[in-house]
Every structure is written in structure tokens, then in C-alpha cells.
């Protein structure tokens, strides 16, 4: 993908935040308590309300049982049948406008957290070393961002209102019931206390099953996200259904899962749904009121609050469950978060140098992915200024990551690299990208407008500077034939070849101007008329900047001003075509076994 940076990731870039440290110091993840810090007044603020509007619910029903009472009575007051009704009416409005208000609260603050939580992950985001996407496949980064994000409404939006409700109405109940008559209240929380125990039987283990739930549903993303992405590749060789079952494969182990999860708790779940149903409870109240009254414990008329009350105690209890699901979830989904707001950020100087010139030097550089094998060992490589450089050598010898480094992916483990005689860590970010371009194999386009896609070499660039950039990359023609020409979505109206998405990549590159850029063998991937566009758009990119080119082909890089034979990540040779030929050494071999590949058997150069 061939980006400069926005002003906004620019300005991420260089922001001296508290959290701006390496790996290694990161804060551990806070999880959903983190998050959800910065609203915790207005969810405390909503459960008081919806705390307020359960009690207050209860009084239409206590309010049934006192008419009961009033009007089974010897001489029923007129006066007072209508004030239990007024204060039944005024209960109900006043309990609407306390859930109205909680859910208003909540709300807001969903929006709040949702937005403060992506805002900060756009700027983690693009603060992180570029290399950092490549440990990661989109399907993680995707359901992080937009799914657990996501996930997290329902839980502030409604979660913590029906967990507030499904707590309190069940104990202002029983307290009213426990007022009335405390031992047949002990045998209405039967069901209740069954309910309880029944879904912590259900809720075993929940955690690890959510977590492997998740794993297998990132591997769904992640299928679905390669297969789109890569289908004209996979079209190309002929692997459209190997891909396609990758994906299905995917899907099916996720089903299965997640059948084998559900169908172990069925019974549980059916016997809690029995146990907790209102027939149930109100079988229970009949049988055991019947008892109470006809052994005189009780009388009649107190039986009605136990049959209006009664359900009050095992409906919140499925509730309940369902918060307690959506808990489960939401802090399944802050880990993933989390983990996303604290990655290791690229880090800043506080004061950062300025490059004398666009020369390059690779100064007794080593690296290493995981700290223990290194995969670049003290190479030393010099670039001047307006040369081309090859770098060339077998799959895996270390090209790509030694020239990720220039782009600054990582920081070396040992050594420097520099750029007119200042350390790349020293150069602000802002700074280097303005000196540094590249064009790799993998291009990304934005789902934006052609025209932004390509002004992200350079925000401020007008739109004469856009269609040079794109007649300069071959590719004006295609855009003015989409439907909107310019202002055509990619991913909308704008349905791109990999060789017409990588122009404008090379169009984005051009607006850039970068003075040293960075190629990977552009046209891997494209068709032959598609790599001839891009051949023509490669030679206007590369006339007068210093060049680094990795080279897969060696027939393009036979006029290099130096080819950097890389092996097993050293550089163990260096010189030009015709120099390297004679020595007769790796580089010899790598160019007649690409002449063998090149040639057909009749003769003909493919």
C-alpha cells in the first residue's frame, strides 16, 4: 500500500501522550472497566432512575391488592377505590418517565462511549509501526473496531437498566411479601431460588466458551476478509474454490461449535424456563395459598398480593440471564479493545532533527521479529542520492524487511538507518514521510472517493494535482470512464483490477513527491496490459529519486546503479549486472535460474 500519511495520523504521530511508550512499558489492558470509565457518572445516574421506576412499578400492583381488600370489605369507600386508583395512574406515569429518562441517560452515553472508544482507536491506530499490520489479519482489527465496539451498545444502551430492574424488583417484592406474610413468601422464593441456580448451572464455564466462540467467529472474519480481498488473485491460478472452501471450512466449525455449546445447555436451559414460567409460579401460590388460608395462617384477601407480586420474583430472573449474557460479551469484546487502545506505539522524539539530503545508509543493521532470531545481521548499505539500488535474493532472505525499515515498519534491533545523516527515530514522522514513499505488492484502497483515495499522497492537493498525478500513473483514462468518474467510491461504483488499483496507488505515490521511494515488484499480480500501464507510470514515478527497488524479476533491474544481493539476512553481494555475472556467485545463479523461467521451450521469451 503505498500511503503518506494523513495531517491526522501526522499529528497522532508526534502527540506526547502518557500511553506513548514502547511494548514493553504498555499498561496492561483495562478491560471493560476502562472503558467505560468515562461514563460511569451517567450510568449510575441511570440505574438510580431505573432503580427508582422498579419500586415505583411495584405500586400498581399493591395498589390492585388494597382494591381487592377495599372493595371484599363489609361497606367499600367510593373515596377511597378512587385515590388507590389516582396513585395506581400517577405510579405508572411517574415509572415511564423514570424509564425514559434512564434510557435517555443511557443512550447518550453509548454514543459518547462509542465515539471516544473508536476516536481512540483511530488514533492508536495510526500511531502504531506500520509493521505492526502485518502480525495482524483484517478480520482482527475489523472486529475489534466495528463488531466489539458494537457489541458494547446493548450492554450500556440497555444491559445495566434490566440487570437494575431484574435486582431490584425482586426484593422490593419480597420485602412487600415478607411484610405480609413471611412463611408463605419462603415458599413463593422456591422458584425463584431454583431459577438462580439453574442458570448458574447454564453460565459455567461461559467465559472460556465465549472466548474459543470469538476465536472461531475471528476465523469466519478472517476467511471471508482474504477471500474478497484476494479474488482476483485466487481467480487468476485458478483457486477460487480452494479459497471459497477455506472459508466455508471456517463457517461450519463455528456452527458446530457453537451446536455442541448450545445443545449442553438445552436441558438446563428448558428446566429453568419451566421452573421460572408464570403458570408455574402462579401454580405454586394457588396450591400453597389454598393451605395457608384453609389452615387460617393467612387470609384470602392477602393472597392477591402473592398472585400479582408473585411473578415479580421469577420474570426478572430470565432478565437476569440475558444481562448477565451481554456482560459476558461486552467484556469478552473490552479485552479485544483494549488490547488494540494499548499496542506499542511508534516511538517520538521530543526533538526530532531535520535530514541533511536524501542519501541513505543502512549502518550495521539488525533485526529481529521476535527478539530471538535475527532475520537481518549487521548489513551496511549506502544509497546516494538520485540512484537506483536492487535488492535481490531468494524467497525469504530478508529484501522486504530490510526495505520495510527505510519506511520505518520497525526499528532495528541493533545499528541505524538513516536518511541524509539523521537516525530515522530521530526524523518526526511527519517529517520522513515526506522524504520517503512506497509502492509495495499489497495495495489497500480506501472505501472513499477515487479522487481521496489518490489525495492521501498529499490532503491539500487540488484536483488539477489529482488527475496530473493520475494521467502520470496511466490510470486517468480508466477513472473517467466510472460512473461518477473522480467522485466514484471505491468499492461502489468503483469495482477496480488489481493493475488499475495499484496505478492509482503509483498516482498517490506521484502527488506525494517523495524524493526516496520504496518499490516491491508492482506488477506481480497484473494482467499484461495492466503491467504495462504500470511499467509506464513505474518510469515517470522513479525519474530523479533515490530508488530501492526489490526486485522478484531480474530482467528489470539489469541497469540498476547497484544490486544488493541478499542471503539468509546478510548482504553478500553488491556491485552492478555486468560485475555480478563475472564473480559468478549467488547472483549468477538467481539470474539463470530467472532465464530458465523466462524462456519457453520453443525459444520465445514469455
Wanted: glycine share 8%; hydrophobic share 45%.
Amino acid at each position: 500500500m503505498t500511503v503518506t500519511p494523513t495531517p491526522t495520523e501526522r499529528e497522532a504521530a508526534i502527540d506526547e501522550e502518557d500511553d506513548d511508550v514502547p511494548a514493553d512499558d504498555a499498561p496492561d489492558p483495562g478491560g471493560l472497566g476502562e472503558l467505560l470509565r468515562p461514563i460511569r457518572g451517567k450510568l449510575v445516574l441511570a440505574c438510580a432512575l431505573q432503580a427508582a421506576s422498579a419500586v415505583v412499578g411495584l405500586v400498581p400492583f399493591v395498589a390492585i391488592a388494597e382494591l381487592a381488600r377495599e372493595l371484599l370489605g363489609d361497606d367499600p369507600d367510593d373515596g377511597r377505590l378512587w385515590s388507590i386508583a389516582a396513585v395506581a395512574a400517577a405510579a405508572l406515569v411517574a415509572r415511564l418517565a423514570l424509564m425514559l429518562g434512564a434510557a435517555s441517560v443511557t443512550h447518550f452515553a453509548d454514543n459518547d462511549l462509542q465515539l471516544d472508544v473508536r476516536r481512540r482507536l483511530a488514533d492508536r491506530l495510526g500511531r502504531v509501526p506500520l509493521g505492526w499490520y502485518d502480525d495482524r489479519d483484517a478480520g482482527e482489527v475489523k472486529k475489534a473496531v466495528v463488531d466489539d465496539v458494537g457489541s458494547m451498545h446493548h450492554l450500556v444502551g440497555h444491559s445495566f437498566t434490566d440487570l437494575t430492574t431484574a435486582i431490584v424488583t425482586p426484593i422490593a417484592a419480597m420485602v412487600l411479601l415478607f411484610v405480609t406474610d413471611w412463611q408463605l413468601s419462603l415458599v413463593v422464593m422456591v422458584p425463584f431460588l431454583l431459577g438462580v441456580a439453574l442458570y448458574a448451572r447454564q453460565m459455567s464455564g461461559y467465559g472460556d466458551k465465549m472466548t474459543r466462540y470469538d476465536e472461531a467467529l475471528e476465523e469466519v472474519n478472517t476467511g471471508a476478509v482474504e477471500f474478497v480481498q484476494g479474488i482476483s488473485v485466487v481467480k487468476t491460478f485458478g483457486q477460487a474454490g480452494r479459497a471459497h472452501r477455506r472459508f466455508l471450512d471456517a463457517a461450519y466449525r463455528l456452527v458446530d461449535y457453537f451446536w455442541d455449546w448450545v445443545s449442553s445447555l438445552l436441558r438446563a436451559a428448558a428446566a429453568s424456563e419451566v421452573v421460572l414460567s408464570p403458570l408455574a409460579t402462579l401454580a405454586l401460590i394457588s396450591g400453597a395459598g389454598t393451605w395457608f388460608v384453609s389452615t387460617g395462617r393467612i387470609d384470602a384477601v392477602d393472597l392477591v398480593l402473592f398472585f400479582v407480586l408473585g411473578l415479580a420474583l421469577t420474570a426478572p430472573i430470565l432478565t437476569l440471564g440475558y444481562a448477565a449474557t451481554d456482560l459476558q460479551i461486552a467484556s469478552q469484546a473490552a479485552a479485544r479493545v483494549s488490547q488494540l487502545l494499548h499496542a506499542p506505539v511508534l516511538p517520538t522524539t521530543d526533538t526530532p532533527q531535520l535530514p541533511d539530503g536524501n542519501h541513505i545508509a543502512f549502518d550495521r543493521v539488525s533485526f529481529s521479529y521476535d527478539g530471538e532470531r535475527d532475520v537481518l545481521r549487521d548489513v551496511d548499505l549506502r544509497l546516494d542520492t538520485g540512484t537506483v539500488t536492487a535488492l535481490v535474493g531468494p524467497s525469504g532472505s530478508g529484501k522486504t524487511t530490510l526495505a520495510k525499515l527505510l519506511c520505518r515498519f520497525w526499528d532495528p534491533t541493533e545499528g541505524a538507518v538513516r536518511l541524509g545523516g539523521v537516525d530515522l527515530r530521530e526524523i518526526a514522522p511527519d517529517e520522513l514521510y515526506r522524504h520517503v514513499g512506497f509502492v509495495f505488492q499489497d495495495v489497500q484502497l480506501l472505501r472513499a472517493t477515487v479522487a481521496d483515495n489518490v489525495r492521501l499522497g498529499r490532503p491539500d492537493a487540488d484536483d488539477a494535482a489529482v488527475e496530473g498525478a493520475a494521467r502520470s500513473a496511466q490510470i486517468h483514462d480508466r477513472i473517467t470512464a466510472l460512473p461518477r468518474g473522480y467522485d466514484s467510491v471505491v468499492g461502489e461504483d468503483a469495482v477496480l483490477s488489481g493493475g488499475e488499483a495499484q496505478r492509482i496507488s503509483i498516482a498517490r505515490a506521484l502527488l506525494a513527491d517523495a524524493p526516496v521511494l520504496v518499490l516491491d515488484e508492482a506488477t506481480a499480480f497484473a494482467d499484461p496490459e495492466s503491467e504495462a500501464a504500470i511499467q509506464d507510470a513505474l518510469s515517470v514515478l522513479a525519474g530523479g529519486r533515490t530508488l530501492l527497488v526489490i526486485a522478484h524479476r531480474l530482467s528489470t533491474i539489469v541497469g540498476a546503479d547497484q544490486i544488493a544481493v541478499v542471503d539468509d539476512g546478510r548482504i553478500v553481494e553488491r556491485g552492478r549486472h555486468d560485475e555480478l555475472l563475472v564473480e559468478a556467485g549467488l547472483y549468477r545463479r538467481l539470474w539463470d535460474a530467472d532465464r530458465r523461467i523466462t524462456i519457453e521451450p520453443t525459444g520465445r521469451t514469455s
